[in-house]
């Protein structure tokens, strides 16, 4: 099955674009086409952040809207990128957080600190409003911790399992106990009287502990700093590191202090990441954000993210949603030409009057497969007898259905 | 028309209300449905019509009219005297050899010795599955000579039936039935149509024909409002005006009966488990809800795939194209399985599938096409199994028959449960639903709104088994509802927060009748609600064990016992 590159500088570029933000449209490649792979990750991972925040307000969805509207227009996405990653490896939903304002706030705080140090990120995480709400730490207190927040702070966000005890959850759950939010003014605080504030035996050291210094500590483990560098390269790259190269990659994380920016463009950097196209599968939002960048789609379509499995701010559970090869199963490919066929492309501006290669460049598959080109241009509705116009509406859709704009 | 439904109708020999407007053409003779043509020839009634909704059980007018169909015209003495007589001309019959699960027939005095010979042999050929259903579901009507034990035990006498006239209590346990209601019969009448219901009552297909239809009643469905504690003075305490009616309700026995809402399943094979409900719960939606997904009694298994994930992945032994089906669209119920499950909101979904427009051929075939990479393997495997699903289904699966009850009364749920219907003819595998039906949330307004969410329940049921029943596959598929949580007992209002322990329904080839074991109204938990008697992984292990025969510890934590359905 031959892939083909329909302009090598274009190819390169298309693959920056499409793995380091949310966006496939021509702008967006032009912006890196023809330069170094140096300078192309520099001009990548040194963008200018942007300054916009969500609209706090009693409706997530609006948050959830307007996020949509900057990943479409912002001028390289690597923020957006990895808005994404974070929310997905940290999530919380939305329902279960309940106070809707929290959403946003949780939203406004990753962004900020989205490409900053995983460190900070985290400390944030920790004692983010939506975050002790999903996970019951406004009801844990020294008298009657509750483990949940400690338990997948470990399991989930740091470590992984494996390098840690039930003791140490335990202990974690006291010494992080005691933070609340106000139901008023959604203000987070820390009440001694509900905390704990007695030395507690914690990854072998016995001292009091609090929230804080909990976190600091497992972000300095070598195996913090392994799974998550190791999780970004899947993300970015979408091929698994094996063990060894994810240890040698945590130690020089370590190294860089944490910093997001640095790792980020390390990966960047790897022949890897630029040897295999279409490594892994679009996740639903993944392909639902690409497809709405393609066809400009309204974001008050964001209820479409749902159908495809993958709505932000409502994971189906703290594991946040699964990576792989099942976004390509039946299920999903239904869901998707489900959304294809809904779609009215006499509303797109100029797509029934694009040639095939006009159709690619928008949808930025500037590799493609000698296969799909050839199942593409098959159809000339010369037997059916059909319309010049509806012929491209079935090839826009055969499109956005091929292999190539599934797969990242 | 339901029986049911209509407790005062003058076909109601018992004649505790008689109806004094009604036409009655002799006293203790059935005015409706129409009077059998010849009422003194009662013994060779006409077969019920199965499954219709006025005729799982006879007809009242089957029934012989005589002196004693008149209770008020008997002194006490003479009942008492009747009772002592049947009592001692009883027969057990123990249908596995075991002691579980018999019967008893007893024998009226108008019977001669040959006759009853001959109505011995003839219940002695019903098979014992069968004879426990038909004992159980005699009883929920509250009409036979049989008292099945075990499951169907409770439910067979109730004196608060519409038919309680015609029970005949052999148990010696209801003294207030075996009094007033005990009727000289013909007791041959009774075997028939114990016979015919017996034998007319769905039997479980072989297990790897069986499908579970899970409904979720979204928001928290109130157990006593859809299983209602009618006989109990503490319901009605609780809830001055939230309660259903005691007139309006569904009998199932003398304690409990079916909300008025689901008269359309009223006399389906219908069975309730009450009772069931969370250890340590909590009051919140999302958590609770979260629990029931993952089949995670406590939330503290850690369980991250679905439970209806892992029952698809058990199920699906023999590589189907899809054995998890969701119609409620996407689902945290199916997250994470291993085995192809299929999530649709709508059945115009499948029309990319099942379409015959110029480009939906043209699209379908062009798709076969494709090339684009190592990857692309995986995406050519998951289209043509598309295909095979689109080739099994009929074309018509978009045309659902919009002014139908199903869909007219049965509203989003009977759109859900027509396309699981559509699917499960296609016989494409599935053997794992999920529907839902949300709206449960009833802070306030609950009576009139928990009462047209019945309504849509049964309407959704009723068309969903009528679909099956017509395609013949009624015995392969149970309905059975969950909700993450039941409400309080005691009112707010015009509403009910947030409780615990709740009641399901269950609809297929089941035993009828109630199981399970009611939440006691009398004693609460601290925040004043619903005990759970029965741990709801255990519910989930009855439907996942007894129904689908897959082992409980293989998709739950901690392996619960089922309670013993089926």
Known sequence: MGLAERDPEKAKAAQLIRRTSMRVDPEAIASVAGLERADAVQRIVNAPADAGRAPVSDKSDEAIKWWLGRIANQPTGLQDRMMFFWHTLIPTHRYAVGWQELVATQMNMVRENALGNFRTLLQAFMVDGAMIRYLNAQQSTGKRPNENLARELMELFTTGVGFYSEKDVKAAALAMSGWTVDKDSYAVSYDPERGYAEPVTFFGQEKVWDLSSIVDHLCDQTATASRIAGKLWYHLVGSELGDEEKATLGIWWQEQNLEIKPLVGKILMDDRFWADHYARPRTGFEYYTALANVLKLDPEKLWQAKNLGQMPWEPPNVGGWPVGSRWLNPDSLLRRSEVIFSVDYKQVPGALSASVDEILDRCGLWVISDETLAAINSVDGKEEGIGAEGVLNLKWRLALSSPEFQLQ | ?566
């Not at chain 2, 599935?430 to 309504?455: C, P, S, W, Y």
């Open chain 2, 1 to 566: 028309m339901s029986q049911i439904s209509q407790p005062n109708e003058p076909g109601d020999i018992h004649g505790e209300r008689p109806d004094p407007t009604a036409q009655m053409p002799a006293p203790g003779v059935s005015a409706q449905p129409p009077p059998p043509s010849n009422p003194a020839a009662p013994t060779t009634p006409p077969p019920p019509a199965h499954r219709d909704s006025t005729a799982v059980m006879p007809q009242p007018g089957m029934i012989p009219a005589g002196p004693s169909d008149r209770t008020d015209a008997m002194n006490s003495q003479a009942l008492a005297d009747q009772a002592a007589h049947y009592q001692a001309s009883s027969e057990c019959f123990d249908c596995d050899g075991h002691g579980n699960g018999y019967g008893e027939l007893a024998y009226g005095t108008a019977m001669d010795d040959k006759a009853r010979a001959e109505a011995r042999a003839r219940v002695q050929k019903v098979p014992r599955r069968r004879f426990l259903k038909g004992a159980a579901a005699v009883g929920t009507l509250g009409y036979g000579v049989f008292r099945g034990s075990g499951a169907g035990d409770k439910s067979l006498i109730s004196s608060q039936s519409p038919f309680a006239s015609k029970v005949v209590d052999v148990s010696g346990t209801n003294p207030a039935v075996s009094t007033a209601n005990v009727v000289t019969q013909n007791v041959e009448t009774v075997v028939t149509d114990f016979i015919e219901v017996a034998n007319e009552l769905l039997v479980p297909a072989p297990v790897e024909q069986r499908v579970l239809v899970l409904i979720e009643l979204a928001g928290g469905n109130d157990g006593p409002s859809m299983i209602v504690p009618y006989g109990d003075g503490a319901y009605y305490d609780a809830r001055p005006n939230t309660a259903v009616e005691a007139e309006s309700v569904l009998p199932i026995d003398s304690q409990v009966g079916l909300a008025p809402g689901l008269a359309a399943i009223a006399n389906r094979q219908i069975a309730t488990v009450e009772g069931v409900g969370p250890v340590e719960g909590v009051l919140s939606h999302f958590e609770m809800a979260e629990r029931w997904e993952r089949g995670d009694l406590t939330g503290a298994a850690g369980e991250r795939s679905g439970f209806l994930a892992r029952l698809a992945d058990r199920v699906n032994t023999g590589g189907s194209s899809v054995s998890g089906l969701s119609v409620a669209g996407h689902t945290p119920r199916f997250y994470n399985s291993e085995s192809p499950t299929l999530s649709l909101n709508h059945p115009s979904q499948l029309r990319v599938l099942t379409n015959d427009d110029w480009i939906y051929p043209l699209y379908r075939s062009a798709v076969r096409g494709f090339g684009g990479g190592p990857m692309a393997a995986t995406m050519s495997e998951s289209w043509d199994r598309l295909f095979d699903i689109g080739d099994s289904i009929s074309g018509n699966i978009g045309e659902m028959d919009g002014d139908s009850a199903m869909i007219q009364q049965g509203r989003q749920l009977g759109r859900q449960l027509f396309m699981a219907a559509e699917l499960i003819k296609a016989d494409i595998g599935i053997k794992v639903i999920h529907a839902q039906l949300g709206g449960f949330d009833t802070h306030e307004g609950h009576r009139g709104r928990h009462n047209q969410l019945m309504e849509t329940l049964g309407a959704a049921i009723n068309g969903f088994m009528g679909m099956l029943d017509a395609a013949g596959l009624g015995n392969r598929a149970l309905v059975a509802t969950s909700s993450e949580f039941g409400r309080r007992l005691k009112q707010n209002g015009s509403g009910l927060d947030h409780g615990a322990a709740s009641s399901m329904l269950l609809a297929g080839p089941i035993v009828p009748g109630r199981h399970g074991d009611p939440s006691p109204l009398t004693d609460l938990d601290r925040n004043g609600n619903l005990k759970t008697t029965i741990s709801f992984d255990r519910y989930l292990a009855t439907l996942a064990e007894e129904w689908l025969g897959i082992e409980s510890g293989s998709v739950l934590a901690n392996g619960p016992k089922g309670i013993g359905l089926f």
